[in-house]
């Protein structure tokens, strides 16, 4: 029986997927179209997901390959009218070991963590789309539009704001669908325009943005949003070619369950943004970032707290990108780096700094193992790595494998911790 059937091959699934793979969980990932799509559609790589894609081993490709934001150029009545950028290009730290935005193609992203799949075992099915699925206590039996019939034991939906899975499960997609919102998303070769810069035709003080060009790295390409249907008034650029294009209405919507028994929802399935802020692609791979482990774990009180996680993470990250829709400032803060998201309140974070993203230790978080911060005379098995504390720091600090904080207080409340969730306890005391 396969362990794993992942729904859909866009980044969440695919790091759903190498998430599993690493841990040596048996998986599979179908994807109902007959070929990887293509289009650049989501282009922003926000510095918690490079963090991920680190940890995955896929960030020095997704940074050789990929470009920071290129500064914007403002059009009116054919003359420029305004040149800035997006957000303040910040220097490395520390802590932010990927300060900035990095501006990569969705089909690239695509086909690193495809790439990175394959080295680890896995290919994703294509043409293969789940038509019916009935669960019970000990698995999901899932039925494919090949004719096969796929026992495993947790299936998870990451097919997309029309996802099939949510569908069939019956669960609540709340929110709104504007329709005076209609946009033309298209990859075009253009003349006429540099690639230095982004180019914006509109009025910058009403913020009323008509058409933009964005050129995209490693390609001859722009990427086209705009609301218009065709670029007429634009007369300084010449379309040459449409290489792709897709027309979509904003929608702002969110499932009101990400779990129902042994079927999860995840990125858009779950829930769907405006393009604002460039979160969603971003908030799906953290979703699969946070139930990969779970699922691995086969922990039921561990599994058992990714809706409660993600649904709150989700909530808020769909009023953040609703909010830069309506406000249409192209101007990015810290807000949407997604460094700030945190888990209080969760059953897995305990004590003063529970819930937290570490922020440091890069290195040795790197992996599938939890990480102690102790000064400790016990020894852990395997599946912790036991480093020094931090300076100045107050009892001792578990870290999650997904890089938050999960326990922080005495050494003496750790073991009932680790028990409580089916994570190894101290094996004994070592000899100093």
Known sequence: MTNVLIVGSGPTGLTL???LARRGVDLRIVERSPEHPGGVRGKGLQPRTQEVFDDLGVID????????YPPIRSYQDGQVVWEGRMDEVKPVTDGEPYPNLVMQPQWRTEQILRDRLAELGHQVELGAEVTDFEQDADGVTVTLSTGETVRCA??????????TVRKRLGVGFVGETFDSERMLLADVKVRGLDRDHWHIWGDMVAKELRVSLCPLPGTDVFQLVTTLDSLDDVTDVEVDEIVWRSEYRVNIRMADRFRVGRVFLAGDAAH????AGGQGLNTGVQDAYNLGWKLASGNERLIDTYEYERMGIAEHVLGLST??????DLNRGDETKQLGLAYY????SVGERGGERLGTLFAEQRGTHFLLLADTSQEYGEQIKVVPPLPGQEGVMLVRPDGYIGYHGDEAGLSAYLSGFGIAAPLASASR
């Open 61 to 68: 490709e997704i940074v050789a390959t990929g470009s920071a």
């Open 17 to 19: 997927a190498i998430e």
């Open 323 to 328: 909010r830069l829709l309506r406000d249409r």
């Open 272 to 275: 769907v943004h405006s393009p």
């Open 154 to 163: 947790y299936l998870v939906g990451a097919d997309g704001g029309r996802s």
């Open 345 to 348: 309140g969760s059953p897995l």
